[in-house]
């Protein structure tokens, strides 16, 4: 009597402590920044604090629920921005210049149903989209040059990048938010080569404006001693004297008054050249 007692007592505690683990697995909590979908033997059957734009904290069903053990399970889903960062790599822009691009994406799972059924879990989202991202960019940058990169034309691009890559993301049950590059540097050694062809283009243009300067200068000139023969022949045609008393002064001036003294010149009294000289 004594024994089965004991025997039956062990055997309630042992169902008990079953019924206990059950009961405990059974329940689950999720909190607001999860959404959960419950997975029954492989199958989506429900969403748990699924994701909705404008719903408030405390009305969006977070909290206590509950699942049948060992035939449900649960997928956690963060409902918080997810992040996707992109492999530093090489993109060619549309000038043929490599560029070194660091970019990253921010998405949300929208549709968790769709996600456990094409992917499994948000990381596997993550790393389903980082070969799209590289590609989108690779193909929005070939269309670019460098310049424009650090101009207001860069959110342009920004903007369709993150819509190519959105495209790609709903098939996976995700929202692409954003995407942003983090750095677009030239390879290692490519600056001092561009300093170098900057340089280069800088004194081939130097040399083009001297060019022309000297060019429009001796046009100018020549334009102005035509303009000066013109004016001596017209002052020469209205008053011969005139005209060959000043040239002689010219000549006087720059033979006698400029000269430094140590050239010396023999004239006779009666020589022609003088004959202006002594006002004949």
Same mark, same amino acid.
């Given at each position: 009597m004594s024994g089965t007692?004991?025997?039956?007592?062990?055997?309630?505690?042992?169902?008990?402590?079953?019924?206990?683990?059950?009961?405990?697995?059974?329940?689950?909590?999720? +909190? $607001?920044?999860?959404?959960?979908?419950?997975?029954?033997?492989?199958? +989506?059957?429900?969403?748990?604090?699924?994701?909705? +734009?404008?719903?408030?904290?405390?009305?969006?069903g977070a909290g206590i629920t509950w699942r049948i053990p060992l035939a449900e399970r649960l997928v956690r889903i963060d409902k918080r921005l997810l992040s996707v960062d992109m492999e530093r790599q090489q993109v060619l822009s549309s000038e043929q210049q490599r560029l070194e691009v660091d970019a990253f994406a921010r998405f949300r799972i929208i549709d968790p149903v769709r996600m456990v059924r094409t992917a499994g879990t948000p990381e596997k989202v993550a790393e389903q989209l980082q070969p799209i991202l590289s590609?989108?960019? #690779?193909?929005?940058?070939?269309?670019?040059?460098?310049?424009?990169?650090?101009?207001?034309?860069?959110?342009?691009?920004?903007?369709?990048?993150r819509d190519g890559l959105d495209r790609e993301a709903r098939e996976y049950g995700a929202q692409v938010i954003d995407v942003r590059i983090k750095r677009a540097d030239l390879?290692?050694?490519?600056?001092?080569?561009?300093?170098?062809?900057m340089q280069a283009a800088r004194e081939q243009e130097a040399t083009t404006i001297r060019a022309q300067?000297?060019?429009?200068?001796?046009?100018? #000139?020549?334009?102005? $001693?035509?303009?000066a023969a013109r004016t001596y022949a017209g002052s020469f045609g209205k008053d011969a004297a005139f005209y060959d008393f000043y040239r002689a002064m010219q000549s006087?001036?720059?033979?006698?008054?400029?000269?430094?003294?140590?050239?010396?010149?023999?004239?006779? +009294?009666?020589?022609?050249y003088l004959r202006q000289f002594k006002g004949h």
């Open positions: 007692f004991w025997q039956e007592r062990k055997i309630a505690l042992i169902a008990l402590g079953i019924a206990l683990v059950v009961a405990l697995s059974s329940v689950v909590v999720v +909190p $607001e920044t999860e959404q959960a979908v419950v997975v029954r033997l492989g199958d +989506p059957v429900r969403v748990i604090n699924r994701f909705k +734009p404008g719903i408030d904290f405390g009305q969006t590609s989108v960019l #690779r193909q929005e940058l070939g269309r670019r040059t460098f310049q424009s990169l650090l101009t207001a034309e860069r959110g342009q691009a920004m903007r369709q990048i390879p290692e050694g490519a600056l001092e080569s561009a300093f170098s062809r300067g000297q060019k429009r200068a001796q046009i100018i #000139r020549a334009e102005a $001693e035509a303009d006087y001036d720059y033979t006698f008054a400029n000269g430094q003294g140590a050239t010396t010149i023999l004239l006779s +009294p009666d020589n022609d």
